[in-house]
């Protein structure tokens, strides 16, 4: 059987994570038919595909359409189908409806959801159709993380996996990592938790204040609350809710949403989509913050913490584990807040080995998810700056964590250690 | 003394793709960085060090801050009272830094010396850099009140080829597409992850826009940050190392030649000295016949690969013919029959070059020489060009006023 992927169709290429990756597709001289329910919201995410590859000439590549008119013909050419409609299930199965009407045998179909059970999507569906369906979680924006995540269900045929990974991989220039049929795979699932832990901190501390302590110096390119503005509230929400009910365990707890973000919500602070979430920029320029109490914005007060403006000059000078030292030492609350999110991304991440990826990775799947999809530095890379496997459990154990299998040797500085310091930034 | 060997020890290269000044970090992180990495790539002993030069052109204009030799014994303590230099010779400059390591090292003065070349250059606007860029010609003359000076003036080298010989832009087009690609294959080049193709960059469109004359976006290379540190050494001191890593001294590439000329700065005048030679820029072509004369090199086909100077299209174009793989003027030709291209008879810039590598200015001799010391160790990874043994770099300061060519091998 010849493998290779020659025609490729994206389902929803208005969005932005099927127009990107659906961009990529092109840029690589493949054709991709561009399908969404009007040939304008096509043509949109072909525009958004040219900006992405700073290009016109991907678009003699790209056939853009809406459904009723080239759904069937698209179909019947296509080696692989990308599915990045909305995330609703019934909308999804309805689609899938027509992809097995029309479809090729042998077409791989490859969904880019990443909260919808991937079981329940392909329940109902043909043999063929079941071992050719997998998900292919990509990162937004494409073009910037290269992370994809690659799910399969219990009938998905092995063959299948290995022609979207070589694909993902050789062709779209893919980080690709196996991960489990679990929900939020593995990239989500920790950084959500963590976001979920950290938005429960602001009612007390304040939005500045926990962007400031947790800000882009932690191993982070963005804060974290700005990064949910980016994300957008109402999307953050529906992920640790989805991640919330699929919990047996203690995590059901961890996962409840402080009943603030429900009032940001409903009061239209969604984010950056609607000039408001966490952050605000006035008219005048001036950046506001929400004050989680009242849901009102409040001027912005420039937090000082010594041991972070220390660690913020040290890093500027590329001194990353002197930088740590000082805050593993730091004293008060906020030193204590800072030790604490940092344990509980190693302690979550490592705990997640075998879970969310195969032990045989240990931890490298996780840190490549973390590092190409989020842009954090890996869980990995935080033992090594902290001081090494040893400095992080006695961390751990002072703060009450279990102290979870397979921290290894990341106490040893490599040429690889070298190049994750990029995620360190002295801001 | 003269007849003395140097070799390369090996060392490190920062991703390209990183941007130090959204990381907000100072140009010395950079190099300790590139320092640390290299100690790791090569188990040097940093006590085992004798001197340090770093290759810098223009450190005090893109980040006010100069005499970067300096910051050596900030790095590790084994610097405290040693010697150590800052060089410039403009986009040249890493490649003198490693002249001037070789030569006090011939001379018998030191045994193992520490290169760094270094430049921060995304801490300024396009124009300002540009601007800046400027010095590296006649400022005065050439660059004053120009926008882009060097698109300009490597625009020129492209019209000249034009007047002489003809030159149609499709081969610089394919130029750029061959870079791009190489650099797809090299974790640490800057635009890995770009797209490029011969139909973008053979089209004049929204993204590619004509900068200056004939050179559109696609045919120059890049505004980059980044840091390479390397080690050269002794004959004395690679034999004790190869012991102690239980290799063959002879397996250790060595400096086989080097060329190394001066032009007249002001472009028009080179072109005008050039009119009646067969070489357009007859001083980069000495460079490279000295480097082959030292080296015992007959000529370019004695070679595996060349990592060469191509801040434009126009310049690689230059090199084709400079470094004889065609006639004077007929660079086409070994453009249209794949003889550069990976694979071909004679890879230029499996790197990718300064186009799809990057430019960190006063890094790129040191990159082009860690590049060509990886490839005849057969450590190049994912750009190794098989069997590569002997290699050429090529690397030019200002509108090749300086010129520098080393072979490496082993």
Redesign the interface.
């Known amino acids: 059987m010849d493998n290779r992927i020659r025609t490729v169709v994206v389902l929803g290429s208005s969005g932005t994570i099927g127009s990107l990756v659906g961009g990529l597709v092109a840029?690589n001289?493949i054709k991709v038919y561009f399908l969404s329910r009007t040939l304008e919201g096509a043509k949109t995410g072909l525009r958004r595909a040219?900006t992405q590859?700073?290009?016109?000439?991907?678009s003699?590549y790209i056939e853009c359409g809406d459904y009723d008119h080239l759904l069937e013909s698209a179909l019947q050419d296509a080696d692989l189908i990308i599915e990045s409609i909305s995330e609703n299930l019934e909308a999804k199965k309805a689609m899938y409806n027509q992809v097995e009407r029309y479809r090729k045998p042998d077409t791989i179909i490859g969904t880019t959801t990443s909260s919808l059970s991937l079981s329940a999507l392909a329940d109902g569906r043909s043999p063929d159709f079941k071992s050719h369906f997998l998900a292919t979680h990509f990162y937004n924006p494409p073009?910037?993380m290269?992370a994809c995540e690659v799910a399969c269900t219990e009938a998905t045929d092995p063959v299948s996996y290995d022609i979207i990974k070589d694909f993902l991989k050789n062709e779209l220039?893919r980080e690709v990592v196996a991960v489990n049929n679990v929900p939020g795979f593995a990239g989500n699932r920790i950084a959500f938790v963590l976001f979920n832990q950290i938005t429960s901190l602001v009612e007390e501390y304040g939005a500045e204040q926990i962007d400031y302590l947790i800000g882009p110096y932690t191993g982070r390119l963005m804060p974290p609350l700005r990064t949910i503005d980016l994300v957008g509230l109402d999307i953050h929400k529906a992920i640790v809710h989805n991640l919330r009910e699929a919990s047996h365990d203690h995590m059901y707890e961890e996962l409840a949403l402080p009943g603030y973000v429900d009032k940001m919500i409903n009061a239209g602070f969604l984010g950056d989509k609607t000039k408001g979430g966490f952050y605000k920029v006035l008219e005048s320029g001036k950046q506001v913050f929400i004050d989680a109490l009242t849901c009102n914005y409040i001027p912005a007060i420039a937090p000082h913490v010594a041991f972070v403006e220390k660690a913020?000059r040290l890093?500027?000078?590329?001194l990353y584990r002197e930088a740590f030292e000082g805050v593993k030492t730091a004293n008060g609350r906020e030193g204590e807040i800072v030790k604490d999110i940092f344990c509980k991304y190693i302690a979550y991440s490592y705990s997640l080995i075998g879970k969310v990826t195969k032990c045989e990775y240990g931890i490298a799947g996780i840190d490549k998810v973390m590092t190409t999809g989020f842009h954090w530095a890996a869980p990995s890379v935080i033992v090594n700056v902290l001081g090494g496997k040893e400095a992080v459990i006695d961390l751990l154990y002072a703060r009450g964590f279990e102290i979870p299998d397979g921290i290894g040797r990341e106490d040893t500085?490599?040429?690889q250690t070298?190049?994750s310091?990029?995620y360190?930034?002295?801001? | 003394m003269q007849n003395s060997k140097v070799y390369i020890l090996g060392g490190y290269q920062t991703d390209f793709a990183r941007n130090w000044h959204t990381e907000n970090k100072h140009i010395s992180a950079m190099m300790r960085e590139a320092y640390l990495g290299s100690l790791i790539s090569t188990e040097v002993e940093p006590g085992d060090i004798d001197a340090a030069f770093v290759g810098n052109f223009a450190g005090e204009l893109f980040c006010m801050q100069g005499h970067l030799g300096a910051f050596f014994i900030n790095f590790d303590t084994c610097f405290a009272g040693l010697p150590t230099s800052r060089i410039e010779g403009a986009c040249a400059s890493g490649s003198l830094a490693a002249l001037s390591a070789m030569a006090y090292i011939k001379a018998g003065f030191y045994d193992l010396v520490c290169v760094i070349g270094v430049e921060q250059m995304k801490t300024l606007s396009p124009d300002k850099g540009g601007d800046f860029l400027g010095a590296a010609a006649w400022y005065e003359k050439e660059a004053n009140g120009i926008e882009f000076p060097f698109p300009k003036l490597f625009g020129k080298l492209g019209d000249e080829y034009d007047k002489r010989y003809g030159l149609d832009d499709k081969y610089l087009a394919r130029i750029s597409e061959i870079n791009y690609r190489n650099a797809k294959n090299n974790p640490n080049a800057q635009t890995r992850d770009w797209f490029m193709s011969f139909e973008h960059a053979n089209t004049i469109g929204a993204y590619n826009i004509i900068v200056s004359g004939r050179i559109k976006i696609a045919d120059c290379s890049q505004v980059t940050d980044g840091a390479v540190a390397l080690y050269l050494a002794s004959e004395k001191f690679t034999n004790e190392y190869a012991n102690r890593k239980r290799l063959s001294i002879n397996d250790m590439p060595q400096i086989l030649g080097w060329g190394h000329t001066t032009a007249p700065i002001e472009f028009a005048q080179k072109l005008t000295d050039s009119e009646k030679g067969k070489y357009v820029l007859p001083f980069t072509r000495k460079a490279i016949t000295d480097a082959f004369q030292r080296a015992g090199v007959g000529d370019c086909w004695e070679l595996d690969c060349i990592e060469t100077h191509d801040c434009f299209t126009t310049t690689e174009y230059m090199a084709i013919d400079h470094f004889g793989l065609t006639n004077p003027g007929e660079s086409w030709q070994a453009i249209e029959e794949g003889i550069i291209e990976l694979g071909g008879r004679l890879p230029m810039n499996p790197s990718g070059g300064l186009i799809g590598c990057g430019h960190p200015v006063g890094a790129t001799g040191t990159r082009q020489l860690l590049d060509a010391y990886k490839q005849v160790t057969s450590t190049a990874g994912s750009y190794q060009v098989a069997g590569a043994e002997k290699v050429a770099t090529l690397n030019i300061g200002g509108t090749a006023t300086t010129n520098v060519c080393f072979i490496v091998g082993t």
């Open positions: 840029q001289s040219m590859a700073r290009s016109e000439v991907i003699r073009g910037r290269r220039r913020k890093i500027h000078l590329g500085i490599t040429e070298l190049r310091m990029k360190f930034i002295a801001r």
